[in-house]
């Protein structure tokens, strides 16, 4: 099992929190997401390595911006 972090930028509720659950929960290998709009944190549980770049154009999608941490 891999653990990866990421600071999100731009989050500020429940539904932003939310949306990007929906958009990186689509990756294949993901087993679990922790994302806080509070502290812009995302955590993103695998099976395996995950494309970071993979997450990040995710939470792109989203609508948000994301780093690797």
């Known amino acids: 099992m891999t653990v ?3 600071q999100v930028t731009g989050m500020s509720c429940g539904h932003c ?3 990007v659950r929906t958009e990186v929960g ?3 290998g993901v ?3 922790d994302v ?3 502290t ?3 955590v ?3 099976t395996g390595a995950l494309d970071d770049t993979a997450v990040i154009a995710a939470v792109d999608e989203a609508g948000y911006d994301a ?3």
Do not use: P
């Open 4 to 6: 990866t972090e990421f």
């Open 17 to 19: 929190e939310q949306a």
């Open 26 to 28: 689509k990756l294949a």
């Open 31 to 33: 087993d679990g997401i």
């Open 36 to 38: 806080s709009a509070q």
């Open 40 to 42: 812009g944190r995302l």
């Open 44 to 46: 993103v549980t695998s």
């Open 67 to 69: 780093a690797r941490v």
